[in-house]
């Protein structure tokens, strides 16, 4: 009960959001606070938003794919545009962090993205393809871990076992699923 009772939360939240961003085109008061919050903010890490993973992966249980949404079909799982945040933080302004909810806005006034800081990478002559996994039938809890219970994520989780290669042969070993050089290796 509890869980429909949230997905239809976040339902709706993204609906209201959808729609009130025709009308939040004005500028509005949060425009004042998003000038003074970057120096501060900036400094516990290197993400330019401290974007809390357990409030939207957690407590409102919005779907991973929901902004990872190319991890089925590409490569890359994807880092969502500032367009997704929008479609709730035009009416979303947070009761916890408001100066950081400011902050989208300032970079979706502006036309810019997030500059997001890239956390998880395997090595260049590595290849990965993210679909080929999930299509499997991988969680993501699988490799990155609880990600739904971190607040804002610094490191990679012990799961991914640091992209090396023996962290990737040995579940292909455990999966039998290939193992060829030339199938990881450009
Ligand atoms: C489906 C709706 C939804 C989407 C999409 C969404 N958020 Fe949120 N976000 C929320 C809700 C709900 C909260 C909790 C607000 C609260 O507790 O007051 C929240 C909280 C936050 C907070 C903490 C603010 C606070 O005071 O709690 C930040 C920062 C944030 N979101 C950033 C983002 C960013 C960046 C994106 C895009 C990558 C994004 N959000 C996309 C719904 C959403
Ligand atoms: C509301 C949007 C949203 C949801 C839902 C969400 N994420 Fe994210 N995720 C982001 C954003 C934005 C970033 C980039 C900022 C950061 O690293 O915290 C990110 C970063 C990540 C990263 C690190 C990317 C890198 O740079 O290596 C992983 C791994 C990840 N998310 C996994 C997950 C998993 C697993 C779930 C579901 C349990 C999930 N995310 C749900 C928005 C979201
Ligand atoms: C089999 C292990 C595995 C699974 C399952 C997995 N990932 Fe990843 N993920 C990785 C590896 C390895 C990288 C680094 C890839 C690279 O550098 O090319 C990565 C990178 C990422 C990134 C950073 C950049 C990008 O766009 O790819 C995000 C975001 C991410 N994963 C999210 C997810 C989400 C969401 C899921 C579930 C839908 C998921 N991952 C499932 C291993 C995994
Ligand atoms: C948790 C288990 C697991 C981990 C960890 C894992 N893989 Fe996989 N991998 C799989 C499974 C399952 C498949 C799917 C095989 C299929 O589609 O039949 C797969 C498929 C692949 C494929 C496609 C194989 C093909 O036949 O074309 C590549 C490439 C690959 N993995 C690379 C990696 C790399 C690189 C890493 C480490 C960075 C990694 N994998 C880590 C389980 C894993
Ligand atoms: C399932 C994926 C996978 C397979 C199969 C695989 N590798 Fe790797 N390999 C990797 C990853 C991931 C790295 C990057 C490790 C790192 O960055 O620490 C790597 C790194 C390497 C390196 C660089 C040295 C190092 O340890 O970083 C060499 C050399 C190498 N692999 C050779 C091979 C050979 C030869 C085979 C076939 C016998 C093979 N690999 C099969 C995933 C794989």
Request: charged share 15%; hydrophobic share 40%.
């Amino acid at each position: 009960m509890l869980k429909q009772w949230t997905l239809g939360a976040v339902a709706l939240l993204a609906t209201a959001g959808t729609l009130a961003f025709v009308s939040a085109q004005e500028p509005a008061a949060t425009q004042d606070a998003s000038e003074a919050a970057p120096p501060a903010a900036a400094a516990a890490t290197a993400q330019p938003i401290q974007f809390p993973h357990d409030t939207h992966a957690g407590t409102y249980q919005i779907d991973c794919q929901y902004c990872h949404f190319s991890a089925e079909r590409s490569v890359d799982a994807g880092i969502p545009p500032v367009s997704t945040c929008m479609g709730c933080h035009t009416m979303i302004n947070g009761s916890q962090n408001p100066e950081e909810v400011a902050k989208i806005r300032e970079y979706a006034a502006n036309g810019e993205s997030i500059p997001w800081v890239r956390i998880h990478k395997v090595a260049d002559h590595v290849h990965f393809p993210h679909m080929r996994h999930i299509n499997a039938g991988l969680d993501c809890q699988q490799c990155h871990g609880e990600i739904q219970t971190i607040g804002v994520l610094e490191e990679p989780e012990p799961a991914w076992g640091k992209g090396k290669m023996g962290w990737c042969v040995s579940c292909h070993v455990e999966l039998d699923v290939a193992r060829d050089c030339t199938v990881c290796h450009y």
